[in-house]
């Protein structure tokens, strides 16, 4: 079953801009994490943020968590084409299993 | 390392076939999930797989299968192939828990004619 559920479905922005994307999930959490997807790859593990923690930081990338409003956003810093990418949440369930949002398709323009 | 190989990359099945997918996990790694992503559903969770032994499973009719062996390598066979099985089969790996972060194969594009 899906959770999380991201925001906007598709973000298409210039090179250079910030790219932010938003995750909402429905239960309580241990932890969250965001992962990128390249057309026809797997997906690549980013961040997990723990459900104590409110933002998380690794290179271009910010992640910052709200578990009283359930949600979770990633924003991307100074975009390149390379970040090019679908980008998915996904929260720790029961049972061993992560459950994963749908994603945003994001389109970094030259 | 070598991270997670799935074979074969490209699949092209014909209705009512079956057909089995592998998976080998980054060294050490003991936990094997599955997932399948169409572009209408997303990704939905197979299973996974500890030890060789199945934890969990995910809402997928019987003719989807798995099983994992002692090496941790595991393989997925689906019977009876349907039209609506056309997917990307991807493979995660990791060290134990499946809720920890998990390494993805570049996973196995099954065509179903």
């Known amino acids: 079953s899906q959770q999380g559920e991201e925001d906007p479905q598709a973000l298409s922005i210039q090179e250079g801009e910030n790219a932010t994307m938003n995750c909402s999930y429905k239960?309580?959490?241990?932890?969250l994490q965001w992962y990128r997807q390249n057309s026809g790859r797997g997906l690549v593990h980013l961040i997990l943020?723990?459900?104590n923690e409110r933002e998380k930081h690794s290179g271009r990338l910010r992640v910052t968590l709200d578990t009283s409003k359930k949600s979770s956003s990633l924003l991307i810093t100074a975009s390149r084409a390379a970040d090019t990418a679908s980008y998915f949440c996904a929260t720790d369930g029961s049972n061993y299993q992560l459950i994963w949002g749908a994603g945003t398709k994001l389109i970094i323009k030259p | 390392k070598a991270g997670v190989t799935q074979t074969p990359r490209y699949l092209i099945k014909t209705r009512g076939q079956q057909v089995t997918l592998s998976c080998s996990p980054i060294s050490g790694h003991r936990s094997v999930s599955w997932y399948q992503q169409t572009p209408g559903q997303g990704l939905q969770f197979l299973f996974e797989y500890f030890s060789e032994t199945q934890r969990n499973k995910g809402n997928f009719p019987g003719r989807f299968s798995g099983r994992q062996f002692s090496n941790s390598r595991s393989e997925m066979n689906v019977s009876t192939l349907e039209l609506g099985d056309s997917a990307l089969y991807l493979c995660?790996?990791?060290?134990?828990?499946?809720?920890?972060?998990?390494?993805f194969g570049d996973g196995t594009r099954l065509s179903i004619l």
């Open positions: 239960t309580s959490i241990n932890n």
């Open positions: 943020i723990r459900s």
């Open positions: 995660a790996s990791s060290p134990g828990s499946g809720n920890q972060p998990q390494h």
